[in-house]
C-alpha cells in the first residue's frame, strides 16, 4: 500500500512540473523541455544498454572460464607427474619399460587429460634414454639406486573464445626430480 502511494506522489509531482514548464499547456519554453527530457519515453533504454554490454560481458565471463579450465589441466598435469615420478622411484628395479609405467602412472592420475595427448621425457641417472612413443624399453639399466629421476611432460591446451584461438601454441608443461633417501 505503501508503495503505490509513493507511486503516485511521484507521477503527481511529475504532472505538476509539467503543467510549471507549460508542456501539458501546449507553450513550452526550452527551459521546460530540458526539465522535461529525464521523463520522456525511457522505457526502451534498457534494453538498449543490455543489448549493448551484454556481450561483452559474455565475451569476459567466457574468458575466465577459458582460463580457469587451462589453469585447471596445469594442475592436473603438475600433481600427475608428481605421482608418475615417485611411481617411477618405486618401481625402479622391476620394471622392464619404465617410460611407459611412469606414462601409465600419470594417465592413471589425471583422468580429466586426453592420454594421447601427453608426452613425457624421463631423465635417470643425469641421462634421457632414447624415448619412441613414450617408450624406453630396455633403458632400466639407467635406473641407479640413490640416484633422481626426472619426469617432464608436455599436455596442448586449446585457449579459444567464440571460436577465436587466443594462443596458437599452447602448452602446458610439468617437470618434477624425485629423489630417493
Keep these: 500500500m505503501r508503495i503505490q502511494t509513493g507511486i503516485r506522489r511521484q507521477a503527481i509531482a511529475l504532472e505538476r512540473a509539467g503543467r510549471s514548464a507549460g508542456l501539458l499547456a501546449g507553450t513550452v519554453s526550452p527551459g521546460g523541455k530540458v526539465l522535461a527530457l529525464p521523463f520522456i519515453e525511457e ?63 600419470i594417465e592413471n592420475a589425471a583422468p580429466s587429460l586426453a592420454p594421447s595427448k601427453i608426452s613425457i621425457t624421463v631423465t635417470m641417472n643425469g641421462a634421457t634414454p632414447a624415448q619412441s612413443n613414450n617408450s624406453c624399453a630396455g633403458a632400466q639399466s639407467d635406473l641407479v639406486q640413490g640416484e633422481p629421476v626426472t619426469v617432464s611432460a608436455t599436455y596442448p591446451c586449446a585457449l579459444a573464445i567464440y571460436g577465436s584461438a587466443l594462443a596458437n601454441t599452447c602448452q602446458l608443461s610439468a617437470k618434477v626430480t624425485e629423489y630417493e633417501y
Excluded: K, W
Excluded at 574468458?63 to 605421482?83: H, Q, R
Design 43 to 105: 522505457q526502451g533504454s534498457t534494453l538498449v544498454e543490455m543489448a549493448l554490454t551484454l556481450p561483452a560481458l559474455l565475451m569476459v565471463l567466457t574468458a575466465i572460464c577459458t582460463f580457469g579450465i587451462a589453469f585447471n589441466n596445469e594442475l592436473t598435469l603438475t600433481s600427475a607427474v608428481g605421482a608418475g615420478a615417485q611411481y617411477l622411484q618405486l618401481i625402479r628395479s622391476t620394471s622392464s619399460d619404465p617410460c611407459a609405467d611412469t606414462l601409465t602412472a
